[in-house]
């Protein structure tokens, strides 16, 4: 599992997930690395989405990580379920911004 963020790098989130190109950038940068490392998924450590645009984008962010996973899968290990996790904050002052629901599985918005 390749982690990406955390404490120290969860700064430079906002802007990535702000806009499409961000995020699709983000998306295809850390699939690479997953493949090039032959790690078996992505974990993203956002430490913590500061409000409620940030959790929206965080979402989309998971979103376009999700696809460009599913996209490699297909094209080069069909079948593969390839994983997406998040490091999820313990406390309510952070993860009540959070859409766990949608984060867990529901379906995403595209």
Known sequence: MLSIGGWTLSANFPVV??????RLAFAQSSVSLMKDWGFDGIDVDWEYPAD?????????????????????????????HFLLTIASPAGPTHYEKLDLKTIAGQPLPE
């Open 52 to 80: 409620e645009n940030e959790a929206e984008n965080f979402i989309l962010l998971l979103a376009a990580v999700r696809q460009e996973l599913n996209t490699y899968a297909s094209q080069y290990a069909p079948g593969h």
């Open 17 to 22: 997930a702000s806009t499409p190109t961000g």
